[in-house]
């Protein structure tokens, strides 16, 4: 948990490195396919570029103190969640469509106004309640959720365009403390067909290693926690970025286990179960 004005500065330092990274793309580049189910380079880009209209009022209106939903729009969590996402894939095939050929530029100017946003926010702040659609977050998990889609859709994006991509180290921390509190249960839950309640520790490895269970099944709902002395009923092992692209569907275990990815140990059964 880093401080909220250390985090700010690493949103910015991060849109920064990207927009970088965007400018070497060659123009064919744009319209290859990423690893995001329906988006092109292009709409990926799009996307994160409409973050700002999409988050930024709500974040000053909680920083402000107030963390109700903005007129018209349902309250905080309600509606078909499943629904919602299919609906913005299509918002950012649309907005990309109405940027013409000025996508990257557009990314750019958003990034800065973005910047601005967060700007507003002090070590005070962080637990200040927000809106959002999916559910009333806090400030910091505002800059969480936003750290955490610029790097899991710059992989979507480099992960089609060069061989191995690796995700930003600095970013991994802050994408792990906003799981228990947003995704997991809300986004991502591998025991909805278990009929029984598991418990999934995660050991992972790498530059930003930990230990973590998932506690899913049984009809309930699935949380996350630091692992304990709590057994556990199966080990998954694997490096921090595996996890990561698992909890957000970009792998699927059985071809992770497939190709080495990821070592299961424990009872191994659970995994025809495994977010199915």
Not at 78 to 96: H, P, S, Y
Not at 149 to 176: C, G, K, Q, T, Y
Not at 207 to 233: H, L, N, Q, W
């Amino acid at each position: 948990m880093g401080s909220v004005l250390a985090k700010a500065q690493l949103v910015k330092d991060e849109s920064a490195r990207i927009g970088v990274y965007l400018k070497t793309l060659k123009p064919e580049a744009w319209a290859t396919e990423s690893a995001c189910d329906a988006w092109e380079v292009q709409d990926v880009v799009a996307h994160l570029t409409g973050a700002v209209d999409r988050f930024g009022p709500n974040i000053i209106r909680g920083i402000g103190g107030d963390g109700s939903a903005p007129e018209g729009m349902p309250p905080a969590g309600e509606g078909d969640m499943a629904a919602r996402l299919r609906a913005n894939a299509q918002v950012a095939i649309d907005f990309r469509t109405s940027l013409g050929g000025e996508v990257l530029a557009a990314y750019n100017d958003s990034r800065v106004r973005f910047d601005d946003v967060f700007a507003q926010a002090t070590d005070a702040d962080r637990d200040k309640l927000c809106y959002h659609a999916a559910g009333t977050i806090s400030v910091e998990t505002y800059l969480n959720l936003r750290l955490t889609e610029l790097i899991v859709h710059e992989w979507d994006i480099r992960s089609r365009l060069e061989a191995a991509p690796v995700m930003s180290a600095e970013s991994l921390p802050s994408i792990i403390e906003m799981f228990p509190v947003f995704v997991v249960g809300r986004l991502f839950d591998p025991g909805v067909s278990m009929p029984k309640t598991a418990r999934l520790r995660f050991e992972l490895t790498g530059t930003v290693p930990g230990s973590y269970d998932i506690v899913a099944g049984g009809g309930e709902k699935a949380y996350m926690e630091s692992a304990s002395d709590k057994r556990p009923d199966t080990i998954f092992g694997c490096d921090t970025q595996t996890f990561v692209l698992l909890v957000y569907g970009r792998y699927n275990l059985d071809q992770a286990m497939a190709d080495g990815l990821i070592a299961v140990s424990g009872d191994t059964s659970l995994t025809t179960h495994f977010g199915s």
